[in-house]
């Protein structure tokens, strides 16, 4: 189950369908990965509360795309993931690619750092995209590593 909040107004314009973008995501998802079938929270904010989340919990200043926050809980609630609207969009839009294929790929890659994927080294990074790019493709979303759009 993943309990979508659109905290920030702006999502509904720019992605009227994100809370069943979100509960698509985790089906396809928890079909690779069985544990992504758990509770999740999934936040749709601006840059300005990422901003505030980057800073209180990674000590990083400014937005970013996505962050996990991985409960550590062996069941039950999996973790929350929120999703900055502005950094969404314009990459998106840098990429030139649908905002809601974007999201999903946001959305599964926060997924899976939910249950211990990384990319901090490049055998991480290729494990990670591997598995992202599969959950994707059945989604009819293209390989976001890919050459096409970006």
């Known amino acids: ?7 920030d ?7 009227p369908d994100a809370a069943a973008l979100a509960e698509e995501c985790q089906r396809h998802a ?4 069985a544990s992504i079938g ?5 936040l749709f904010c601006d840059d300005a509360a990422m901003t505030d989340l980057n800073s209180r ?13 991985p409960s550590g809980e062996d069941e039950g609630f999996l973790g929350d993931i929120a999703l900055a609207r502005e950094t969404c969009a314009a990459e998106a839009a840098e990429k030139e690619i649908p905002l809601r294929d974007h999201a999903a790929h946001l ?5 899976l750092h939910l249950i211990g994927y990384d990319h901090e080294t490049e055998d991480e990074a290729v494990e990670m995209e591997r598995r992202e790019t599969e959950i994707l493709s059945v989604m009819g979303v293209a390989d976001p590593y890919g050459q096409a759009g970006g």
Request: net charge negative; aromatic share 10%; hydrophobic share 55%.
């Open 1 to 7: 189950m993943i309990e979508a909040v659109i905290e």
């Open 30 to 33: 928890a079909a690779f990965e």
């Open 107 to 111: 959305i599964i890659h926060g997924m």
């Open 9 to 15: 107004e702006g999502w509904t314009a720019i992605l």
């Open 57 to 69: 919990f990674r000590d990083k200043d400014g937005a970013t795309n996505v962050l996990s926050f």
């Open 38 to 42: 758990r509770e999740i929270a999934l």
